[in-house]
Each structure stands twice: as structure tokens, then as C-alpha cells.
């Protein structure tokens, strides 16, 4: 949803384009402290509902400066020079792998005997230069090298994997969703957190922040990029460089708990209904609404644009002197100074995602 040229949306009365429209009267749609902080009249950032049925390619982002950098270089694969820091919201059961564990927990898998042969170093100081090594031995490893450790650790007790022990139940399935000799296999199990999320947790991912996402439905939230580094989970032919990968990898996250964003009752609510999701990176913010049966919920004018989706049940909403009914899959583009509130007799959930004005 939003602007991104690969996939613009669209006035659903009129077919225009939503950015052509925006274009008429930026000062109107974004007001002038969202002009100024971003310097144009793109929405600046880019939400979208996922519905994952199995892994998504093990990826990150790459960061402002290489962004641009690949852009410039090769602007067919690299469609815009800006970074992609993002949130995933859950709408339900939601697995993913996110940033890294803790050195320790990563270093003590490695003593496995499967894994040993990937270890950089014998060094007692296991740190972040070995673990990044660590990742470039797993992912240039040829077939038969990834093939063999995973069935190997196949064969290992449970038990042998610690606190780790989802390990086991999962290689069967990713080597199911593409093959025993994918590389995303090893990072993912053995250096990445893995996160069971439910209904309303929420992880945030920085630029460069590695991470796949297995199963769920999310509403998920970036700045205005599609640039995408991919290395795992993906057929060879789709795969970036493994060189570029690494040189990009950011080590924040680094424990499941540093993954998540917790939320607060948004303050610019009447009923309490309305939480606030508030990435570190400062671009965006997302709302979660959630009405009962005859729930109401008012929202005070937001500083900059927004774009809104309903995933569940259905309401009145008024804006203005305007009704409108917001039906459950429907996506609202809502101006800057635009005061809301909804009425429903079904229940709702309703998300807004924000361009942030503060700078």
C-alpha cells in the first residue's frame, strides 16, 4: 500500500494514482513539517499486509550509504537509494527469525561436531568479526558440506542443543520448504534468534538487521525502499553476494528481546482503544486499533499522512463532516490534520501507519 512506484495504490472512485494526487497539494496531504523533514513529497514509508505460508528469503537492507552506493551501481536490482528499516506486527501466530542470539549461546552450538568445521577461530572471546565469519563460511560452503551437517545434526539428541531446542523440530520442515543443501538452513538455526510471536507483538528490525520471516500474517512497516539483500531461503540463482551480505551485517539485535517493540495507549485516543508502535528509526509510527462490539474510538488529527487498513470486522467512520464505512480489507489514505473516529457494532481492528514529523 502507499506510493512505491513497483506497486502504487490507487483512489478507488476516480482510478488516480495516490502520489499523483498527493502532488497536487503536498502542503495540504503532508503539512509542512513532514515537507521539511524529508525534503519531497514521496510518502515515506511503505506498509504492507504478509500472509506467509512458508520461509521468506533470509535478508536485510542494506543502510543509507550503501543503498545509494548499489543503487548507482546497478539501479535495475536497487530500485531506490534509500535504507529499509521495518516492523512486523502480528496478526496471529507469527514465527520468524530475527537478529542474532547472544555470542555465547551462537558459540556454544558451534562446538557441536557438525559445526565445528564453520568456527573462525579457537579463540575463548568469541565476537562479533568471528561470527561474522562464522555466516560467510556458512553461506559460500558448497552443497555437499551443508547437506552433510544438516543430516548430522539431524542425529543428534535434543537435549544436545540446550536452550536451543526448537533446532531439531525445524530442520525437517525448512529442508521440506527448499532443500538440505540451502545455507539459510545452518545461519538461521544456529545464529539467529527465533521468535514465536501472537496477536499484537511486534518486532522492529534495523537497517542492515538480518532476519526471515516463516510463518504468520503480519502487517509489516519500512521506509520508502525495495532494496533487498538475499541469501538463504531463496533458489542460488536469486541469491546477492555473499561478500556484500556480510559487509552489510549490522550485529543489533543481538538477543530475542531486543527484537521486540513494545507498544503504549497512543496518546491521541479518547477511549484507550489505540495502541502506538514507535520504531527507533524515526520515519514512521504504526497505530493498532481494536473496537469490541459497539466500540468507538476517536483519533486526534496526526501531524503528516497516513495510510489505514482494516483486517477485521467493519465500522462507520467519520472525518470531517463525511461518513464513510470501513469494511474489512478496505485502505483509507488519510491526510495530514485529519481528525477520525469510528463506531462499531461488529468490532474492528483498524492500522494506521504515519510518516513521523519530529525530526
Known amino acids: 500500500m502507499g506510493t512505491y512506484p513497483d506497486l502504487p495504490s490507487y483512489i478507488l472512485d476516480t482510478g488516480e494514482d495516490l502520489q499523483k494526487l498527493i502532488d497536487k497539494e503536498p502542503l495540504r496531504f503532508f503539512g509542512q513539517a513532514v515537507l521539511d523533514k524529508y525534503g519531497h513529497s514521496n ?8 500472509s506467509i505460508a512458508k ?23 536497487f530500485t531506490d537509494p534509500n535504507h529499509k528499516p521495518e516492523i512486523a506486527l502480528a496478526l496471529g501466530d507469527f514465527e520468524a ?17 557438525p559445526l565445528k568445521q564453520f568456527l573462525h577461530s ?11 565469519e562464522v555466516v560467510r563460511k556458512m553461506l559460500t560452503a558448497d552443497d555437499a558440506t551443508i547437506k552433510t551437517a544438516v543430516e548430522e545434526l539431524e542425529k543428534l539428541d535434543t537435549k544436545d542443543f540446550g536452550k ?23 545461519v538461521a538455526l544456529i545464529t539467529m534468534n527465533f521468535l514465536e510471536l501472537k496477536a499484537g507483538d511486534c518486532i522492529s528490525i534495523p537497517a542492515d538487521g538480518i532476519h526471515a520471516y516463516l510463518s504468520g500474517d503480519i502487517i ?19 541469491r546477492n553476494s555473499v561478500d556484500l551480505f556480510c559487509k552489510c551485517l549490522t550485529f543489533s539485535p543481538h538477543s530475542a528481546e ?17 495502541k502506538i508502535f514507535r520504531p527507533p528509526m524515526n520515519e514512521f509510527n504504526l497505530l493498532a486499533m481494536e ?22 470486522g467493519s465500522a462507520q467512520m467519520h472525518a470531517g463532516e463525511n461518513v464513510y464505512n470501513v469494511e474489512e480489507g478496505s485502505i483509507w489514505f488519510i491526510g495530514n490534520g485529519t481528525a477520525i473516529s469510528l463506531k462499531s457494532q461488529s468490532g474492528l481492528k483498524f492500522y494506521i501507519a504515519y510518516a513521523d514529523s519530529t525530526t
Request: hydrophobic fraction near 35%; glycine fraction near 6%.
Open 43 to 50: 510518502l515515506p514509508f511503505l506498509p504492507k499486509v504478509l
Open 55 to 77: 520461509a521468506l528469503p533470509l535478508q536485510l537492507h542494506p543502510n543509507k550509504e550503501m543503498a545509494a552506493k548499489l543503487h548507482k551501481e546497478d539501479p535495475s536490482n
Open 97 to 113: 527469525f530475527c537478529g542474532f542470539k547472544p555470542l555465547q549461546d551462537i558459540h556454544s552450538l558451534l562446538q557441536l561436531s
Open 122 to 132: 579457537t579463540n575463548a572471546q568469541f565476537n562479533n568479526t568471528d561470527l561474522r
Open 164 to 186: 536451543a531446542n526448537h533446532i531439531p523440530k525445524l530442520i525437517p520442515r525448512l529442508a521440506s520448504q527448499y532443500d538440505k543443501t540451502d545455507p539459510g538452513i545452518l
Open 220 to 238: 509489516e512497516c519500512m521506509a520508502r525502499s525495495n532494496n533487498v539483500l538475499n541469501t538463504g531461503f531463496c533458489p542460488k540463482a536469486e
Open 258 to 274: 531486543e527484537c521486540m517493540l513494545q507498544p503504549e495507549v497512543y496518546s491521541g485516543c479518547t477511549e484507550g482503544n489505540t
Open 291 to 312: 473496537l469490541q462490539k459497539g466500540g468507538s474510538e476517536a483519533i486526534s488529527a496526526i501531524g503528516g499522512p497516513a495510510i489505514a487498513i482494516a483486517t477485521k
